[in-house]
């Protein structure tokens, strides 16, 4: 069954509610609920694929809390062939590689035993820190031990039924259609010798259970005995048949493009039924994740998109409440890079409102959702003052944390404070390891004489009344009510106020950072210790 979310209440509720009657309807309610998800580790793993294992989760969490058993299961289909060219490398570098197994594709970097190993390692230590716990399945090590064999003997038997389920688009009373019927198999083979998926199969002997293959790649010509040593898996559509059936897999959430007419959902639920006696699973359509500019993330778009840093910048709270609160059905696009501090700010703002009592019984809900399993920082620093504390700090941890009491009230010991700020000064130091050095901003270790001797006698004036009234502010909000007053302050700037405004602050710009722009003024100047403002504001040392 394939079901798009109606819009009635919170899609999670409405997705359960769904499931379950569709299970009573089929007969599959006597059973564990058995939710799937799965991939290719075939390249560096993107964000976007974190939605599919997320939903499926979530469903289990909340059948959970209705005290009906449910379990989740991620297949990594590590056997499948390597094809898909990382972004880090060429084609000439890797292609002795292509068509092997990713379990027998060296990691080329070294650090596992497998190019397929490390992405999926990679993987789930992304889906451990995001409170995903699912069980892994490793298609590799299934087939390799002969799990499957039964379905692959039915497979056989009977593969012109599944050519025609397939092909079922096709004119099939075409000679060219007979003849590719008469020649199918549904199985990718590995060769013996070369150890590559470019072969034909040849024949099945179902006395010997003897599969006879020649490979268009090497010339060689060998066989496997099904169960034994056959090196092979099912094709795609079959495979995701034998899956369902064999772990009696109630629940998995699709894309869309698996889920029209002649997508792999149809054909293999056609497969799983007609073939193999098994149901079909109850599937949730949902849509993608995208980036500004891009509405679908992809491998292809490298670095940006990758799922290791999108966990590593975003707490693991934050990353369940993204995935929680848009509904499968809805597309929507997250910016890790300049719009993170927007990020950070509504889910600290949507927890003041759950803390507050504020929240209504969804937002409650939803809040002890997105906490549950995960760590959270228990005091909410503003992520862009826990960045600009880092990046002048010198991405010394401690010396941010020592600065972070200027603007944030906390009664405790340094230590105390590092404690209760992570993870969020994890993701911040992540962030700043991503960003480009030239945007994040360092401190001058000296005055500024060349930009000083440039300034009017208005600005230079202004800049040393700041350093006067600093000594009073306590918080950013005074620091910022002094910092805009200056101007209204000054006879000769009453005719443009705001463009004096604009000079004053590109004028401290220059003198802290050497740049005529940088992170949010307030939050500079009270972060930074008095005697460093002196001698970068005015030249004035303590000696």
């Known amino acids: 069954m394939i079901y798009e979310l109606k819009g009635k ?96 594709v060296p990691d080329f970097d070294g650090t596992y035993q497998s190019y397929g190993e490390h992405y999926m390692h990679d993987f789930e230590r992304c889906l451990h820190t995001c409170g995903f716990f699912p069980t892994y399945n490793y298609q590799a090590d299934l087939y390799t031990s002969g799990y499957y064999a039964e379905y692959i003997r039915i497979a056989i038997r009977r593969r012109k039924e599944i050519f025609d389920m397939v092909h079922h688009s096709k004119d099939s009373s075409s000679e060219e259609y007979k003849s590719e019927r008469e020649k199918y198999f549904p199985l990718e083979i590995y060769c013996s010798e070369c150890g590559k998926d470019n072969t034909r199969t040849d024949s099945w002997n179902e006395t010997t259970d003897t599969v006879s293959y020649t490979c268009k790649k090497c010339g060689h010509k060998g066989s496997y005995v099904i169960g034994k040593d056959f090196k092979g898996k099912l094709t795609w559509k079959v495979n995701w048949a034998t899956r369902w059936c064999d772990d009696k897999v109630c629940y998995e959430s699709s894309g869309e493009n698996q889920l029209t007419d002649t997508g792999s959902y149809s054909v293999s639920s056609k497969i799983a039924t007609e073939i193999f006696g098994g149901k079909v699973p109850f599937s949730l359509l949902y849509r993608f994740i995208g980036i500004p500019g891009i509405s679908k993330v992809s491998r292809a778009q490298g670095e940006r998109t990758l799922a290791s840093r999108f966990v590593a910048v975003l707490e693991p709270s934050i990353i369940r409440w993204l995935l929680l609160k848009n509904a499968p059905n809805k597309p929507f696009s997250v910016d890790i890079e300049k719009g993170i501090f927007r990020i950070y700010h509504e889910w600290d703002e949507f927890c003041d409102k759950v803390e507050s009592g504020q929240g209504t019984e969804l937002d409650k809900r939803m809040h002890s959702m997105c906490i549950h399993g995960v760590r959270t920082s228990k005091v909410r620093i503003p992520f862009r003052v826990m960045t600009t504390a880092l990046a002048i700090g010198g991405g010394n941890r401690n010396a941010a944390v020592d600065m972070l009491p200027r603007i944030v009230q906390f009664d405790g010991s340094p230590r105390e404070l590092l404690a209760a700020v992570q993870p969020r000064i994890w993701a911040a130091e992540a962030w700043l390891r991503y960003s480009s050095a030239e945007e994040l901003p360092k401190l001058r270790t ?98």
């Open 9 to 104: 209440g919170f899609w999670l509720d409405e997705t359960c509610d769904a499931l379950l009657a569709y299970l009573k309807d089929n007969g599959m309610d006597k059973q564990t609920v058995v939710c799937a998800a799965g991939m290719t580790p075939s390249a560096p793993i993107h964000f976007g694929i974190l939605r599919e294992i997320a939903i499926s989760s979530f469903v289990v969490e909340e059948l959970i809390r209705r005290h009906i058993k449910a379990c989740l299961v991620y297949y990594w289909d590590d056997y499948d062939h390597f094809c898909k060219i990382p972004y880090y490398t060429t084609r000439e570098v890797v292609e002795e590689h292509i068509g092997k197994t990713l379990r027998e």
């Open 446 to 543: 000296e005055f500024n004489t060349e930009a000083w001797d440039s300034f009017t006698d208005v600005i230079k004036r202004m800049v040393k009344s700041l350093i006067v009234s600093l000594d009073t502010c306590i918080g950013e909000e005074q620091v910022k009510q002094v910092l805009y007053a200056l101007p209204e302050q000054e006879p000769e700037c009453q005719n443009d106020v705001d463009a004096a405004r604009k000079e004053l602050f590109r004028a401290l710009y220059l003198l802290l950072l050497g740049n005529e722009k940088g992170p949010r003024l307030t939050t500079l100047l009270c972060l930074v210790k008095k005697e460093k403002l002196l001698l970068l504001l005015q030249g004035v040392t303590n000696e």
